[in-house]
């Protein structure tokens, strides 16, 4: 009798444990779009030609640390502007959503200059919105893990 009870519970965990693994279709697609663009990132905000753009809906905010909202394509474009030229790289730790619509980035990152010296790291949380052109940033806001200077 013991054996069937712990065959029985053995059996319901192993049902739960998978069906908690299942994964959605539709935000492997979503993670596999975001990892994509955000490859590019940095290659496009360097051009300083307006091409980082093309990474956020018309409607975007950025949201960066120590400063009011920016919103809006143009004045998204104005922030980028002769922006340092610097590497980005993203380390996606989570997304979540059901990837109909909106997706939520939850990431890492590491920024360097072009010779590869480390400025900064941080954190990232960025809401994608599913669009006509694919997968675009929503709302993207960001901050060092390093101590504001004095």
């Given at each position: 009798m013991k054996t069937?009870?712990?065959f029985a519970?053995?059996?319901?965990?192993?049902?739960?444990s998978n069906g908690q693994i299942k994964?959605?279709?539709?935000?492997e697609?979503?993670?596999?779009?975001i990892e994509a663009s955000n490859?590019?990132?940095?290659?496009l905000a360097n051009k300083n030609d307006g091409s980082i753009l093309t990474r956020y809906t018309e409607d975007a905010c950025l949201l960066p640390p120590n400063a009011a909202p920016v919103c809006g394509k143009e004045n998204i474009a104005v922030f980028f502007k002769d922006g340092?030229?610097?590497?980005?790289r993203f380390i996606v730790q989570h997304l979540y959503g059901d990837a109909k619509e909106f997706v939520t980035e939850e990431s890492?990152?590491?920024?360097t200059d072009i010779n590869g010296n480390k400025l900064d790291e941080g954190k990232v949380v960025v809401i994608w919105k599913k669009t006509?052109?694919?997968w675009k940033m929503y709302r993207d806001m960001f901050s060092s893990n390093r101590p504001v200077s004095k």
């Open positions: 069937m009870i712990a519970m053995l059996m319901a965990i192993t049902l739960i994964k959605n279709p539709l935000l697609e979503a993670r596999a779009a490859a590019i990132y940095s290659d340092p030229k610097v590497h980005s890492h990152y590491e920024m006509s052109e694919g």
